[in-house]
């Protein structure tokens, strides 16, 4: 089935439905995926999950693996995005179990 994504809210929504419907594994690859930037979808946030954060905690506690490319940016040229991107893999990492 094809699906024309319109908006970022609806390819968010998309990504965030694929992600939660993973059974063994998730992989990722992202270069701006903000551990607390609230989801998209209803029937999510229904579950009581309201950021990406704890959309990925709660896959890896059912025992899903992650597998999550989080790229980075040159710490000598871009300081500023290089830190945050370290943070935000942080607090993915904090998020997750194992």
């Known amino acids: 089935m094809t699906r024309l994504l319109t908006s970022a ?3 968010a ?3 965030e439905t694929l992600a939660a419907g993973a059974r063994q594994e998730l992989c990722l690859v992202t270069r701006h995926l903000d551990p607390e930037h609230p989801l998209q979808t209803e029937e999510l ?3 009581g ?3 990406w954060a704890d959309l990925l905690g709660w896959l890896t506690r059912r025992g899903v693996t992650l597998r999550l490319l989080h790229a980075d940016r040159d710490p000598l040229f871009e300081g500023t995005a ?3 991107a370290w943070r935000r893999a942080s607090a993915l990492a904090m998020a997750c179990q194992g």
């Open 49 to 51: 999950l309201r950021t």
């Open 45 to 47: 946030r229904e579950r």
């Open 82 to 84: 290089h830190r945050l």
């Open 13 to 15: 929504a998309a990504l």
């Open 9 to 11: 809210a609806e390819a």
